[in-house]
């Protein structure tokens, strides 16, 4: 129903994030990967994930092209269901997403690391 909304907020709030990291960072040459180059892997999930969902929904006819855009949002009781489901599938979704994306930050930094310190005894 609006799943997809949940992962669509944390991407917006994740590319303004991005932006004013990008603004602190400057234009800084280093070894390591940047900070908001991270967060565009992050976004990247994100907005790639929230569109093929959106994309699913338009499909089945759960979302419309007049407002108020989700058909659940029309009567009360079908309202309280697409906000439990939000609440549920559209946060677990943006939590796994999220988990995945700090796993593949770990793996690059460790990776950086190694590099860094090879580089160092060579």
Request: net charge negative; glycine share 6%; aromatic share 8%.
């Amino acid at each position: 129903m609006a799943c997809f909304v949940v992962p669509a907020v944390e991407a917006v709030v994740t590319t303004v994030a991005k932006k004013v990291v990008e603004k602190k960072e400057g234009e800084s040459v280093e070894v390591r990967t940047r900070f908001s180059e991270k967060l565009k892997w992050l976004n990247n999930m994100l907005w790639g994930g929230s569109a093929l969902l959106a994309f699913e929904h338009v499909w089945h006819g759960e979302v419309v092209p007049w407002f108020p855009f989700l058909t659940n949002a029309v009567a009360p009781g079908t309202r309280a269901e697409m906000l439990h489901e939000m609440a549920t599938t559209g946060s677990a979704m943006a939590l796994v997403v999220t988990g995945v994306w700090a796993c593949a930050v770990a793996v690059s930094v460790s990776v950086e690391r190694k590099a860094c310190a090879s580089e160092e005894e060579a």
